[in-house]
């Protein structure tokens, strides 16, 4: 067998491999692309699924909390930010916005208690959302919780587990604006002590509540002398 002989065969031998391979190549692209498309169908089939549940434990944990920081709360009605005016949230507008929104409570016999309000400001690790009670007649602050958190564990998250911090928001003053101060130097109604070893988080709480004041101090005071609403 002469040597051109020898090179033609080799040559018909490495073509029969590469299109051998090239099915297989294009079988391993399909069954990839199959495979894809089947993890993101699983994907969106639980993001459509588990949607409305989130939505739902976040409405009821929302709902536990506006009792939580209004005492006497038996019912409450979502007002919405209109124009510049609180309206009930069936006027809310249809332009698919964000709407920013605040809950007025009532007792048994429907007498009003107080606003519930929702507010969010940045923290030491993210965003801090809280809900806090207001008395607007006496311009205090008469409860707090923590909607969301995720500030360091041991400290940061003490904003919601220490009970000596959450006593500062029992009565606590808005005007003059509300101060941080180190622990066990509190001399005044307005003062919120600060959680020793996560001063970042408690002054993130100061200031989202002297920001959320500033928004919605004259807006409520609007609401209750239009609707007369009378003292707790």
């Known amino acids: 067998m002469g040597i051109n002989e020898v090179s033609s065969e080799t040559e018909i031998e490495q073509g029969a491999a ?3 391979k090239e099915p297989a190549s294009a079988l391993l692209v399909i069954t990839l692309g199959i495979a894809g498309l089947l993890a993101g169908i699983v994907l969106v089939g639980t993001f459509i699924f588990t949607k ?11 709902q536990r909390a506006i009792f939580k920081v ?10 919405v930010l209109v124009d510049g005016v609180l309206k009930p949230a069936g006027d809310k507008t249809k332009d698919g916005g964000d709407v920013k929104q605040v809950f007025v409570g009532y007792d048994k016999n ?20 809280v809900i806090y009670g207001y008395n607007p007649h006496e311009e205090i602050i ?7 958190s995720k500030e360091t564990p041991g400290l940061g998250d003490k904003i919601f587990k ?16 509300i101060v941080i101060v180190k622990n066990g130097q509190k001399a005044n109604d307005n003062e919120v002590e600060a959680i020793t070893g996560a001063t970042i988080s408690s002054k ?4 989202l509540l002297n920001k959320s004041m500033e928004e919605w101090k004259k807006l409520i005071e609007a609401y209750v ?8």
């Open 162 to 177: 220490d009970l000596a911090f959450q006593e500062n928001f029992k009565a606590l003053r808005v005007s003059p604006e």
């Open 70 to 79: 209004l005492a006497n709360c038996d019912s409450f009605e979502e007002l």
């Open 18 to 20: 590469d299109e051998a």
């Open 110 to 129: 429907k007498e009003f208690v107080g606003f519930a309000i929702p507010g969010a400001e940045p923290g030491f690790q993210d965003i801090i959302g």
């Open 52 to 62: 409305p549940l989130i939505e739902q434990n976040k409405a009821e944990a929302l």
């Open 142 to 148: 008469v409860g707090f919780e923590v909607l969301e």
């Open 204 to 207: 993130a709480v100061v200031r």
């Open 225 to 232: 002398e239009s609707e007369k609403l009378g003292k707790p």
